[in-house]
C-alpha cells in the first residue's frame, strides 16, 4: 500500500473515532465503549496474564501460533490471493457465524502480511467479506454482532472497515443508502437494523466533504419521493418502535415543503394529486394533510 493511502487510512480512522462512533442526528446511535480498545476489562484483569499460564499451556499454544504462521507462510509462498484463502478457512460458508469462526483472526493475519508482501493492491477484510455476502447483509450482521461482548470488539472494528471502504471508492449518501436497501419500503426502513450503519456513514461523508454535505430527509425524499415518503412516516409513527423517528422525518418534511413554498392546497394537488372535487380527501391524505395544515398555519403566525 502506497506512503497517500496509508495516511488516507490513519486520518480516517481517527474521524471514525471522532465522528462516526459518536453520531448525532435523528437517530442516536450509543457510542460503543471504546476501553475495550485501550485497556484490559476488569474481568480480563482478574485473569491470568500469558506469562503466568501453566507451562503446558504455553507450549501448547506456540505450537499453535506456529502451525497458523506455517500455513499463513506457505500461502504467501504460493501466490494464494486474500479471496483464496477466504475460502480455504471455509469463511464463505455462511455470514451469521463469521464474527465467532475461530478462522477469522487468521484471516485478518494474512491480509495483513499479504498487503506487506504485496504494498498498494488493497486488499482488506471488509472488502472480501462484503463481496462475499453484500453491503446489506454484512452490515445487519455487525450491528447485531457489536451488541455480543465476544464478538463487540471486532464487530466495530469491522463497521469502521466497511465505512472507510465506501469512502474510499467515492461512495455518496445516497449510493449506500440503495446498497444497504433501505430504498425499498418493504424491508421497513425505519425499523432496520442497518439505519444506524447508514446514519453513522452520512454523519463522516458530510464531514469529510464540506461542500457536499447532504441530508436524511433529502435522501429518503430522492428514494421515495414526497407522498410515497408521507405514508411511510404517517404509518411508521403508529408503531412505537418507529415512532420517535418517523415524528422527526414528517417534520422534516415538512419543513422542506414549507421552505419550497408549498402550501397545504398545492400538496394536495401537486404532491398528493387528489381531485379538487372531492369532498373528504381519502386516508391517510386527509391525516397528514390536517398535521401539514396545523404546521403550515403555526409557522406562517410564526413569521408574522
Not at 88 to 108: H, Q, R
Amino acid at each position: 500500500m502506497s506512503r497517500t493511502s496509508h495516511a488516507l487510512r490513519r486520518r480516517l480512522l481517527v474521524l471514525l473515532v471522532a465522528v462516526a462512533l459518536a453520531v448525532s442526528g435523528v437517530i442516536a446511535d450509543p457510542t460503543p465503549d471504546l476501553s475495550v480498545l485501550v485497556r484490559p476489562s476488569a474481568q480480563n484483569q482478574n485473569q491470568l496474564g500469558p506469562n503466568r499460564l501453566p507451562r503446558t499451556q504455553r507450549r501448547v499454544d506456540k505450537d499453535e501460533e506456529r502451525g497458523i504462521n506455517a500455513n499463513i507462510l506457505q500461502w504467501l509462498h504460493s501466490g494464494q490471493s486474500v479471496d483464496d484463502v477466504f475460502k480455504l478457512l471455509k469463511l464463505d460458508d455462511g455470514v451469521e457465524k463469521i464474527l465467532s469462526n475461530p478462522n477469522l483472526p487468521t484471516f485478518m493475519e494474512y491480509v495483513n502480511r499479504f498487503n506487506l508482501q504485496n504494498p498498494g493492491n488493497g486488499a482488506t477484510a471488509i472488502k472480501t467479506v462484503t463481496a462475499a455476502y453484500g453491503d446489506d447483509v454484512v452490515a445487519k450482521v455487525l450491528q447485531t454482532a457489536k451488541k455480543v461482548s465476544s464478538t463487540k470488539v471486532m464487530a466495530e472494528k469491522l463497521m469502521g472497515d466497511q465505512r472507510i471502504l465506501w469512502l474510499g471508492d467515492k461512495k455518496s449518501p445516497a449510493h449506500v443508502f440503495q446498497l444497504l436497501k433501505l430504498d425499498d419500503a418493504a424491508t421497513n426502513p425505519l425499523n432496520s437494523p442497518v439505519l444506524d450503519a447508514w446514519t453513522s456513514y452520512l454523519t463522516l461523508f458530510n464531514y469529510v466533504n464540506p461542500g457536499k454535505e447532504t441530508t436524511m430527509i433529502k435522501t429518503f425524499t430522492t428514494a421515495y419521493g414526497d407522498a410515497a415518503l408521507a405514508k411511510l412516516l404517517n404509518s411508521a409513527k403508529a408503531v412505537p418502535e418507529t415512532e420517535s423517528i418517523a415524528k422527526n422525518l414528517q417534520l422534516a418534511q415538512f419543513t422542506r415543503w414549507m421552505r419550497k413554498g408549498q402550501n397545504p392546497d398545492k400538496i394536495y394537488r401537486n404532491v398528493f394529486k387528489l381531485d379538487p372535487k372531492l369532498k373528504t380527501p381519502p386516508e391517510p391524505y386527509q391525516t397528514i394533510l390536517n398535521h401539514y395544515h396545523w404546521f403550515y398555519q403555526l409557522h406562517l403566525r410564526k413569521n408574522t
